[in-house]
Nanobody, 126 residues
Framework: HVQLVESGGGSVQAGGSLRLSCAAS??????????FGWFRRAPGREREGVSC????????SYADSMKGRFTISRDDARQTVSLQMNSLRVEDTAMYYC??????????????????WGRGTQVTVS
């Protein structure tokens, strides 16, 4: 049973920071062969790709509006992936989801590429 659990969401004022983390269990492929993606769904909008990290090939990717503000990283000792979000804007308010898939993922910011998803953590910026 695959389980992805996000943590670190909360409420913050515009310009502030939050750090989200994703922990996975029961995933039928090794940690170092995973691609993790972060996605979000803002109120009234469709889910969109935020960032991703390929643990096997070591690359990262960001949606344009997140570049320079968000940083995705890995903690191999804890086998977790984190998303550091700085300079948060009101429009960053959304439910943030972690997703995982075996590497490589052809379109790592595309929702349809991922089969395993967490339940999300809420980020509210005011």
């Amino acid at each position: 049973h695959v389980q992805l659990v996000e943590s670190g969401g909360g409420s913050v004022q515009a310009g502030g920071s939050l750090r989200l983390s994703c922990a996975a269990s029961g995933v039928p492929y090794p940690y170092r062969r995973r691609c993790f993606g972060w996605f979000r769904r803002a109120p009234g909008r469709e889910r969109e790709g935020v960032s991703c990290i390929d643990l096997r090939y070591g690359y990262t990717s960001y949606a344009d509006s997140m570049k320079g503000r968000f940083t995705i990283s890995r903690d191999d000792a804890r086998q977790t992936v984190s998303l550091q979000m700085n300079s948060l804007r009101v429009e960053d308010t959304a439910m943030y989801y972690c997703a995982a898939e075996p590497s490589p993922v052809p379109q790592p910011l595309a929702l349809h590429e991922y089969r395993h998803w967490g339940r999300g953590t809420q980020v509210t910026v005011s």
